[in-house]
């Protein structure tokens, strides 16, 4: 799924991603299961609650990868001089 949407599956960070990934669907998957709604609403809410949750962690991690990446550069161009 992370593929498909365009998002890196690989390295350390695709791992923590498919495991996020993997547990919304998985609780998704709970409330999929007890939904009697014609249109999956109760369903479409809980994933919608689901991923509103995870979204402020997946900001700070891409945050502080960003950061890091950042200072590596910063110290890779004080070698180069």
């Given at each position: 799924m992370l593929e498909a949407a365009g998002i890196d599956s690989s390295g350390l960070k695709g791992l923590l991603r498919t495991k996020a990934l993997s547990a919304v669907y998985l609780m998704?998957?709970?409330g999929w299961l007890k939904d009697d709604t014609?249109?999956?609403?109760?369903?479409?809410?809980?994933?919608?609650?689901?991923?509103?949750?995870?979204?402020?962690?997946?900001?700070?991690?891409?945050?502080?990868a960003a950061r890091r990446g950042h200072a590596s550069q910063e110290e890779?161009?004080?070698?180069?001089s």
């Open positions: 998704s998957l709970r014609a249109d999956l609403s109760k369903t479409m809410a809980a994933l919608d609650g689901y991923l509103r949750r995870l979204e402020p962690w997946a900001e700070r991690f891409e945050g502080m890779s161009a004080k070698d180069l």
